[in-house]
């Protein structure tokens, strides 16, 4: 029999398959995602039950038509404001950002193209302008912000959480990005 942090960690991937589904799939009934998932009835309404409650699904207005016997399926569906995950990344050309909901649909998206750089300094005010602009733009959104992924060229150093060289502006070194988005996002 399973306990403790086993069997937490089953209900949470079991959380996480459900979610995959509705982004997969859109709306759902518990039994299309009994279908698709295999999962128990009893499972998927306790799971369907603990994301509505937490806020990330909700019962879609005007579903549960007529289908015959028995009782019309009620549909759900992910509330993709819940949580946005903010994507950043730049080569020698341009910077983008990309704002997603949490079903994964794109929600806002920049580009800034970048001028001639010769330094570091150079590229680390594009990008500061850039970010500065793409959250302000959000603002109202950012409330919701969960997580940021950064996405660099290059040679990285994991441990240390910086761009160490990218060879098409070879004047980078050791780039850390991280204190122009906090500057931007000191929530985050």
């Not at 959380?15 to 009835?41: I, P, T």
């Not at 950002?97 to 750089?117: K, M, N, W």
Request: hydrophobic content about 35%.
């Amino acid at each position: 029999m399973a306990f403790g942090q086993s069997i937490d960690q089953r209900k949470q991937n079991k959380r996480n398959h459900l979610v995959a589904l509705f982004r997969e799939n859109g709306d759902l009934s518990k039994a299309q995602a009994r279908q698709l998932s295999g999962y128990s009835m009893d499972t998927l309404i306790a799971l369907f039950k603990g994301l509505e409650d937490e806020g990330y699904i909700e019962p879609v207005e005007g579903t549960g038509g007529s289908r015959g016997k028995g009782r019309p399926a009620e549909l759900y569906r992910l509330i993709h404001g819940k949580e946005l995950y903010w994507g950043l990344t730049f080569n020698q050309s341009g910077v983008w950002s990309t704002l997603v909901g949490f079903g994964g649909e794109e929600l806002d998206a920049r580009y800034d193209e970048l001028p001639d750089l010769a330094s570091q300094a150079e590229l680390e005010v594009c990008i500061d302008g850039h970010v500065a602009a793409f959250a302000e733009r959000n603002r109202e959104r950012l409330g919701s912000l969960r997580r940021i992924g950064l996405s660099l060229p290059g040679y990285i150093d994991v441990e240390a959480g910086v761009l160490v060289r990218y060879n098409l502006m070879p004047f980078l070194s050791n780039l850390d990005l991280r204190p122009i988005v906090r500057r931007h996002l000191p929530d985050l």
